[in-house]
């Protein structure tokens, strides 16, 4: 069974919504989740964090068009992404880390996380 499974990805139009879902082993609970995406040509680029006591933090590129929570038991973290645009068509990850410890999340840096899912394809068209 893989650690962290993600789904919630398709095809929409620019200016709906998406809400993407990651599957978390109970291995990562209490972890810094993330979620990351990749665009074509494009580096690996951090999008939303949430640490081990549920505090969230988020890229300036999505800071209030995405939103990032958890469930109350911490097995899924969700991806919340409203008036999409055609830029933010990727494949989209979530991440796991424990780097600092305590769940804390202090950097996107992607070698800091240990634990990646194998993505959900985004498209947005315009």
């Known amino acids: 069974q893989a650690d962290l499974v993600e789904s919630g990805g398709g095809a929409v139009q620019a200016g709906e919504s998406l809400r993407l879902s990651c599957g978390v082993s109970?291995?990562?609970?209490?972890?810094?989740l993330a979620w990351f995406r990749q665009a074509p040509g494009k580096e690996r680029e951090g999008l939303a964090r949430?640490?081990?006591?549920?505090?969230?933090s988020y890229a300036d590129s999505v800071e209030g068009r995405f939103f990032i929570s958890q469930d109350n038991e911490g097995t899924t973290i969700y991806l919340q992404m409203d008036t999409l645009k055609p830029e933010d068509t990727a494949i989209y990850h979530c991440?796991?880390?424990?780097?600092w410890g305590m769940g804390k999340c202090r950097s996107w840096m992607t070698e800091h996380f240990s634990a990646w899912g194998q993505g959900t394809q985004v498209i947005v068209s315009a």
């Open positions: 109970a291995r990562y609970h209490g972890y810094c």
């Open positions: 991440a796991a880390t424990n780097f």
């Open positions: 949430i640490d081990g006591n549920g505090r969230t």
